[in-house]
């Protein structure tokens, strides 16, 4: 069975078409025939049947993986930056409509899996391209270096080498751009790539790998792999341990995020951890508030606050925190809530299942329960299959509440009070997580000041704190967020390796 592959090229399927698994160049059903039914959130209903990954499948695709790594780890630089540019060309393609057949769009297919706004399509098919640019811009910058050497008539290189099969594994709140980290810098270093996608999205996350195959990617170099949630465990850690995968790129949660370090650890396997945020905005006590409000509302809001990089928690100065409070829900108020892709007035749209938003809910009312106090929401679940949340802010917030620990990947904000630099400092260090953070005030060298002292791999001054660029070496500074860089040179680290390479001199001698 080769699926829907037309002269060497994954095509588009209409969105109630099954979805295969891709190893080796071909589309194939799973080798047990296992299935999974995705389903649409917003609406409940079944959309699609998708192949479910066996053990089997994942040993074969590593087989193949490591096959095609022999041939694709010597592909000319120029050729490999060549396929990576010409796949971004074709994913912008398939924003525009210009798929050439009769399946789904990317819009249809991102909207039916995981409620995704027409905004949210659009920059997560823009910044997938982007990191493929990105990428394809580093080809030629994996570079070794010349050590000078001691002993005499010596030549030492360093080189820097692709280390072989990467197990990628990602999560579905941003499909396409989250697949496209997932493998960019991996592959582009002379790796290759056994994706697991996210249960959710899988038919979004092969958007990504139909790009690729397009431009060129030779088979075996992307294997795409979706698994059953009852088999998650399994399939991964039989390819977290399998002795022919040399790196594993996790996306995802510290749940998931601590299970698969456990088993890297057992075998002694480097990974790259990107997990969970809990990000706070410092507000100091001369912020330009209305900046502010702008800043925390969409870092807050956007994809209904399920992004790593969301803003949970808003530490604000007492004296502004009135005028904060009084513009902030002000502006969340303008905000509509909806399950209309088409619409583009809707700002937030569904969470990815019923139970996040009741697990979502469970946590703002226990809040309140211990003395939070709620500024807006209705502490309701909207929606044809109950996903749709309302904003919901609440004051008055301690860091004792479960509320301030857990990640709560939904429209929520908690505002926490303070009366000096140092105590919003201590409050913002207080979580576990370090994925990122933003400080307000008019004073760059005091928000400087401030910003240095937050724990966190990014501190943005005056701006959100869903902020992220390409190159740009993002990542958590260790705890629940995890560790290992993404983007620029410091993904190129993660996924070579140092060789010294040493030229003797003949006729050495020795001392015996
Ligand atoms: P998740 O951890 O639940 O799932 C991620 C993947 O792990 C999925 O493919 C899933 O099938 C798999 N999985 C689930 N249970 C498993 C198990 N027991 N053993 C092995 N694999 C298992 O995360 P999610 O819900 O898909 O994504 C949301 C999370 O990802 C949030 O915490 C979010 O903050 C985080 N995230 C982090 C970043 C970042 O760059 N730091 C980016 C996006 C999302």
Redesign the pocket.
């Known amino acids: 069975m080769n699926g829907n592959i037309v002269n060497g090229i994954p095509k588009a399927t209409k969105l109630s078409d099954p979805q295969l698994l891709y190893i080796n160049g071909a589309e194939v059903a799973s080798s047990n025939s296992g299935t999974f039914t995705a389903t649409n959130p917003m609406t409940g209903k079944d959309i699609y049947a998708c192949s479910s990954a066996s053990v089997d499948d994942y040993k074969e695709a590593i087989l193949s993986a490591q096959t095609a790594f022999k041939t694709w780890s010597r592909t000319p630089p120029s050729a490999r930056r060549l396929i990576f540019l010409k796949a971004a060309d074709i994913l912008d393609s398939y924003l525009e409509g210009q798929e050439h057949d009769e399946g789904a769009d990317v819009g249809e297919i991102m909207s039916a899996e995981v409620s995704a706004t027409k905004s949210w399509t659009t920059v997560n098919i823009k910044a997938g391209a982007g990191f493929l640019r990105e990428a394809a811009g580093l080809v030629t910058h994996i570079k070794g270096e010349i050590v000078p050497a001691d002993r005499p008539g010596t030549t030492i290189m360093v080189l820097r080498e692709a280390v072989g099969v990467v197990f990628a594994?990602?999560?579905?709140?941003?499909p396409v751009s989250?697949a496209a980290?997932a493998i960019a810098t991996p592959l582009i270093c002379g790796n290759t790539v056994v994706l697991?996608?996210?249960?959710?999205s899988p038919k979004s996350q092969y958007i990504m790998v139909r790009a690729l195959a397009a431009a060129g990617l030779p088979a075996g170099c992307l294997n795409f792999l979706p698994?059953r949630?009852a088999d998650?465990?399994?399939?991964?850690?039989v390819a977290v341990k399998h002795p022919l995968v040399r790196r594993i790129n996790?996306?995802?949660?510290?749940?998931?995020?601590t299970?698969?370090a456990g088993w890297a650890a057992s075998v002694l396997k480097q990974c790259v951890?990107?997990?969970?945020?809990k990000a706070p905005v410092l507000v100091l006590e001369d912020a330009a508030i209305s900046d502010a409000v702008e800043a925390i509302a969409f870092g807050g809001l956007s994809n209904n606050g399920?992004?790593?990089?969301?803003t949970e928690r808003v530490i604000i100065h007492d004296t502004v925190a009135e005028e904060l409070k009084t513009s902030l829900l002000a502006k969340v108020n303008t905000l509509k809530c909806g399950s209309q892709y088409d619409d583009p007035s809707v700002a937030l749209s569904g969470l990815?299942t019923p139970s996040s938003a009741k697990r979502v809910l469970g946590l703002v009312k226990s809040a309140i329960e211990q003395g939070a106090e709620l500024l807006t929401g209705d502490l309701e679940i909207h929606g044809q299959n109950g996903t749709i949340l309302k904003p919901h802010i609440l004051d008055n917030v301690t860091m004792d509440m479960e509320i301030s620990k857990e990640?709560s990947?939904g429209p929520i904000m908690c505002l926490y009070r303070v009366s000096s630099d140092e105590e919003a400092i201590e409050v913002a260090n207080s979580s576990e997580f370090t994925?990122c953070s933003s400080v307000f005030s008019r004073d760059v060298l005091r928000a400087m000041g401030v910003a240095k002292q937050v724990r966190a791999g990014s501190c943005h001054i005056n701006g959100p704190t869903v902020y992220?660029e390409a190159p740009l070496p993002?990542?958590?500074t260790g705890g629940r967020?995890?560790y290992g860089r993404?983007g620029g040179m410091a993904g190129v680290e993660e996924f070579t390796e140092r060789k010294i390479l040493t030229l003797g001199q003949p006729g050495m001698r020795y001392p015996f």
Do not use: H
């Open positions: 594994i990602s999560p579905w709140n941003a989250l980290r697991k996608p996210s249960e959710f698994t949630p998650a465990a399994l399939v991964t850690e996790f996306t995802g949660s510290d749940r998931v995020g299970i698969i951890l990107e997990l969970g945020g399920q992004i790593c990089m969301s990815y990640e990947f994925l992220i993002n990542g958590g967020s995890g993404f």
